[in-house]
């Protein structure tokens, strides 16, 4: 069973429960610091997009933006994937909006993709597999998110502290565009010469939907309060929202429950493209849960054309 992360690691500020686990968030980060660094150079240029906060920052989306861009520039590129059971939902997204090499080693899923004749490979997380010397690497965050309450992980919920921030170029600050200026003069404060780029989530399909009708939404995504907001800014009315862990396995007794909430009320049920490949409607009415097919759209695209293109 999968469990929703601590409501605490997104306080302003730590509570009493991260100061104990401090200590504990202390030695995983000393332990990462001894762990010698391999930094092996491939042949095939390497785009790493990763994060600090643990899920729910976007990096699929702009993976798959950035796929998009080289493939306009006629450039052969590729997703690189690590093996984790519990994420076949991105696996299949990035699969039907490209070439994917899966393995329980980056190393050698990037092996693969040289020998196929690949130029460039797109790394969907990975930032901190320090045996690989990534030729870019872009670090996102979500705007809502941004970084809870500040502290590593099992105190807060980054994978590694801040102030490393310093040591990367390329920020990327996706949702729907909240917070911009503040989260923008935490970053300068921490490098003023950090890249920062924003994107904006848009929904492709949100004229499918009835602004008059009433809806249920539910999602087992990194950042559901994100998708609510973006639902709620085409105008939707969501009367009732349910939220489940980031890559949630549903069950059919589950399902079948919230069929039974939108009948009760005369809801109409949405959720995300990640979750309807979650879900095994093959026994139930697929046709009264729809999803909602969402872009990252890039505010900056031109620049970071640029900088993709450079590598």
Same mark, same amino acid.
């Given at each position: 069973?999968?469990?929703?992360?601590?409501?605490?690691?997104?306080?302003?500020?730590?509570?009493? /429960?991260?100061?104990?686990?401090?200590?504990?968030?202390?030695?995983?980060?000393?332990?990462?610091?001894?762990?010698?660094?391999?930094?092996?150079?491939?042949?095939?240029?390497?785009? %790493?997009?990763?994060?600090?906060?643990?899920?729910?920052?976007?990096?699929?989306?702009?993976?798959?933006?950035?796929?998009?861009?080289?493939?306009?520039?006629?450039?052969?590129? %590729?997703?690189?994937?690590?093996?984790?059971?519990?994420?076949?939902?991105?696996?299949?997204?990035?699969?039907?909006?490209?070439?994917?090499?899966?393995?329980?080693?980056?190393?050698?899923?990037?092996?693969?993709?040289?020998?196929?004749?690949?130029?460039?490979?797109?790394?969907?997380?990975?930032?901190?597999?320090?045996?690989?010397?990534?030729?870019? =690497?872009?670090? %996102?965050?979500?705007?809502?998110?941004?970084?809870?309450?500040?502290?590593?992980?099992?105190?807060?919920?980054?994978?590694?502290?801040?102030?490393?921030?310093?040591?990367?170029?390329?920020?990327?600050?996706?949702?729907?565009?909240?917070?911009?200026?503040?989260?923008?003069?935490?970053?300068?404060?921490?490098?003023?010469?950090?890249? /920062?780029?924003?994107?904006?989530?848009?929904?492709?399909?949100?004229?499918?939907?009835?602004?008059?009708?009433?809806?249920?939404?539910?999602?087992?995504?990194?950042?559901?309060?994100?998708?609510?907001?973006?639902?709620?800014?085409?105008?939707?009315?969501?009367?009732?929202?349910?939220?489940?862990?980031?890559?949630?396995?549903?069950?059919?007794?589950?399902?079948?429950?919230?069929?039974?909430?939108?009948?009760?009320?005369?809801?109409?049920?949405?959720?995300?493209?990640?979750?309807?490949?979650?879900?095994?409607?093959?026994?139930?009415?697929?046709? =009264?849960?729809?999803?909602?097919?969402?872009?990252?759209?890039? /505010?900056?695209?031109? =620049?970071?054309?640029?900088?993709?293109?450079?590598?």
């Amino acid at each position: 069973m999968k469990f929703k992360k601590p409501k605490f690691w997104d306080y302003p500020k730590p509570n009493l /429960i991260a100061f104990i686990l401090l200590p504990i968030s202390f030695f995983l980060q000393l332990v990462k610091i001894l762990v010698p660094k391999k930094n092996k150079k491939f042949k095939i240029k390497t785009i %790493c997009v990763g994060n600090f906060y643990v899920g729910g920052t976007g990096k699929t989306s702009l993976s798959i933006k950035i796929n998009e861009l080289l493939k306009t520039n006629n450039i052969k590129s %590729c997703f690189i994937k690590k093996n984790y059971t519990n994420q076949t939902d991105e696996q299949k997204i990035l699969n039907n909006n490209g070439k994917v090499f899966l393995s329980n080693s980056r190393i050698e899923a990037l092996q693969k993709a040289e020998e196929e004749g690949f130029e460039v490979a797109i790394l969907d997380d990975g930032l901190q597999d320090k045996s690989i010397d990534f030729d870019l =690497k872009l670090v %996102c965050f979500n705007n809502n998110n941004w970084i809870g309450n500040g502290l590593t992980i099992p105190a807060g919920p980054l994978r590694e502290s801040i102030k490393n921030l310093k040591n990367y170029e390329h920020v990327f600050l996706n949702g729907n565009l909240e917070n911009l200026d503040v989260i923008k003069n935490e970053i300068n404060q921490i490098s003023s010469g950090i890249n /920062i780029h924003i994107g904006k989530y848009v929904g492709l399909n949100m004229d499918q939907f009835d602004k008059t009708d009433d809806y249920l939404v539910f999602s087992g995504i990194g950042n559901h309060n994100t998708f609510i907001s973006m639902i709620k800014s085409y105008g939707l009315n969501i009367k009732k929202e349910i939220e489940f862990p980031d890559h949630y396995q549903y069950s059919k007794e589950e399902i079948v429950n919230i069929l039974k909430q939108a009948d009760k009320f005369n809801y109409k049920i949405l959720t995300t493209e990640k979750d309807i490949l979650r879900i095994d409607l093959q026994d139930l009415n697929i046709n =009264k849960i729809n999803y909602i097919k969402s872009d990252l759209e890039i /505010i900056d695209e031109e =620049k970071l054309n640029k900088i993709i293109l450079s590598i």
